[in-house]
């Protein structure tokens, strides 16, 4: 379990930092949608991983998953999720402005 | 409780709310008054306050320390709201002249980031500084595209970009250091650290590395910094004003984490970054001022000067010492103050040169050469550090600290003499370089300028720095002359505030008074209050 969650977070990142690190501007969204992906999913194993528990006191239950990890990833979910959206904006504004989805708003090597 | 540690956070966010309920600019310009004149009683209210040691700890949600989100202003808080909050005038002064109305949402999104600037120095928790980082963050991404066009649609792309990356590092390091010890707290870390085992201390070493990295990219230190000068080379004026603080955010930052989780009461940890803080510092200041000799326009020199005075602060930071930071801490508003002088300036020399814009050769010679050249020089002067400015008073403060004499950071002298005479005397060479070209060498008048290079250096700036054949009013220069006055104060009230910033250096090197005063602060009694726990 911790492998594949290890497994799952490395692919997302070095994926994303591979399409981040490209001159197109919808690359470099898509690269940043998956960093955070992963950075999400971090966040979570922070709270260690713990499987079939509920995020709360419970005298019944013999533990409980860390609630906190999943408070934060909430927070950094909606927070990534306006960003992303503000990015495809300026992406897209950028895009008009240029004529050209170049990082650098301009197709020849400066 | 006391509730003056909120009044900085609510005041613009409910400022902003009220904007959007009517979006015509002059009843949002009455409303970013109003709300500028309760954040001046307020910041005043902390400033005096914690002046006489007072520790204002609030509990937001009214749970003790390390379960809720908890507010401290101490003596560095209330300072960085107040420069904060006299910045916040400047830029609604230098907007009247019409920027506020070149797109939407100006106002409300000055009263966000001023939101965002102070939540970020007032929070004591790790996870709410990210939050606030982020909500600065994105109103300055509006406000750095404010006014549109190509340029600054390429350099939003870039800063925001940059940002988010900045962002994700921020959110793995809170993650490695919550998940090593199971706090946000920045006091209550700081506890945790110290009672931790030695293998949870590389994981945690991770963290704080992390950290450090995420903040020297909001500072603008050396390897970090290269977005900085197209970013500000981008924005409009009265934008400018206020990043002139944008910078300063990544150094408290540094400041209130490495001195009070990974201070001297963490273990391990304690002091392990501040050489290579230093070092980074010294290497920047030394690096940037050299960039600025090569500037090409004034707006990109006077960025190369605020990277650099970025790494002159962060010297005085990594020498942990009370006399160290305090020159710091002062030198900080100083420079502060004067680079939102030098980007105002560069403002009016842009407007008056028509489409020479501020860059540095000598096809235009200034409108009203005596006006804007005289403010120039004495925004320079104030920028460079020579007396009788902060600037001056500041660097002397800092090398006076570093004498073998003192006790304190004895056997690194040499190098910080060398780095701050060099850069300093690079900075002075650039200015005076800048002004020399602009104001004396420049022989053509303006209208030469439009005819010979109108059409090739015809962009956004130039059609936005509006015709050169109307003359400067009282209300364009008027804010420069404010803010001067403003580098000049911090200078004549040298001692008071010396005494203030000492102070305020003391208690960040000492940090378990407020660590104490953070944790012992119980909730305010009420109906629906748990009883008070013990701690774990």
């Known amino acids: 379990m911790e492998l594949l969650l290890a497994g799952a977070i490395a692919v997302l990142l070095g994926t994303g930092t591979y399409l981040a690190l490209r001159p197109r501007s919808f690359d470099v969204v898509l690269g940043i949608t998956l960093m955070s992906y992963a950075v999400n999913l971090f966040i979570f194993a922070a709270g260690r991983v713990v499987a079939g528990r509920a995020p709360i006191v419970d005298g019944a239950a013999d533990g409980l998953a860390d609630p906190l990890p999943q408070a934060l990833v909430l927070t950094a979910i909606v927070i990534g999720f306006a960003m992303t959206a503000l990015l495809l904006v300026l992406a897209l504004r950028a895009r008009q402005a240029c004529g050209t989805d170049h990082v650098d708003g301009d197709e020849e090597p400066q | ?536």
């Open chain 2, 1 to 536: 409780m006391n509730h003056a540690p909120v009044l900085p956070i609510v005041i613009p966010a409910l400022a902003a709310a009220l904007m959007l309920l009517d979006r015509r600019v002059a009843v949002q310009r009455a409303l970013a008054w109003g709300s500028l004149l309760l954040l001046v009683l307020a910041a005043g209210w902390l400033l005096a306050a914690t002046s006489h040691g007072w520790r204002g700890i609030y509990l937001v949600g009214n749970w003790a320390a390390p379960w809720g989100v908890v507010l401290v202003a101490d003596r560095l808080s209330a300072l960085m709201v107040a420069v904060t909050t006299l910045l916040a005038g400047l830029a609604l002064a230098a907007s009247r002249t019409g920027w506020d109305t070149r797109g939407q949402h100006f106002h409300p999104l000055l009263q966000i980031q001023l939101m965002g600037l102070n939540g970020a120095f007032l929070t004591g928790d790790l996870f709410n500084l990210f939050v606030f980082f982020e909500v600065l963050l994105i109103a300055s991404y509006g406000l750095l595209v404010h006014g549109d066009g190509r340029e600054r649609m390429v350099a939003g792309l870039r800063f925001v970009t940059l940002n988010l990356l900045g962002s994700s590092l921020f959110l793995v390091a809170a993650a490695i250091l919550y998940g090593v010890t199971g706090t946000l707290n920045l006091a209550d870390l700081s506890l945790r650290l110290a009672s931790g085992d030695v293998a949870a201390s590389a994981l945690a070493r991770a963290g704080a590395w992390l950290l450090l990295v995420v903040f020297c990219l909001k500072a603008a230190i050396l390897p970090l910094s290269a977005w900085l000068p197209g970013t500000y080379g981008a924005a409009s004026a009265p934008v400018l004003v206020l990043f002139a603080v944008m910078t300063k955010v990544g150094l408290y930052a540094i400041l209130r984490v490495f001195t009070l989780s990974f201070g001297n009461e963490s273990g391990p940890l304690a002091g392990a970054a501040f050489p290579w803080i230093a070092a980074f510092g010294a290497a920047s200041f030394a690096a940037a001022t050299t960039c600025a000799l090569a500037g090409v326009d004034l707006r990109r020199l006077t960025s190369m000067l605020v990277i650099a005075s970025a790494g002159l602060l962060l010297i005085g930071i990594g020498l942990a010492t009370p006399a160290t930071v305090a020159a710091a801490l002062y030198y900080l508003v100083h420079t502060t103050f004067s680079a939102a002088a030098m980007f105002l300036v560069v403002d009016l020399v842009s407007r008056t040169r028509g489409s020479a814009l501020d860059r540095l050769d000598a096809t235009a010679s200034a409108r009203q050469p005596a006006l804007v050249g005289g403010l120039f020089l004495v925004a320079a002067a104030a920028m460079a550090g020579l007396p009788p400015f902060g600037g001056f008073i500041g660097k002397a403060m800092l090398l006076q600290a570093t004498l073998p004499a003192s006790g304190a950071g004895a056997g690194s002298a040499g190098w910080i003499w060398a780095a701050v005479f060099a850069g300093s005397l690079f900075g002075l060479l650039a200015l005076s370089r800048a002004g020399s070209t602009l104001f004396w060498k420049s022989e053509g008048d303006f209208a030469a300028a439009d005819a010979g290079s109108g059409a090739t250096h015809g962009n956004l700036r130039a059609t936005e720095a509006g015709s050169p054949a109307e003359p400067l009013q009282a209300r364009d220069w008027a804010p420069v002359v404010v803010v001067l006055g403003l580098v000049a104060a911090v200078s004549v009230g040298a001692a008071p505030l010396q005494r203030y910033v000492q102070a305020a250096a003391e208690d960040l090197l000492q940090p378990a008074a407020l660590i104490d005063a953070t944790l012992r602060t119980r909730p305010m009694p009420g109906p629906h209050t748990p009883a008070p726990e013990t701690r774990r």
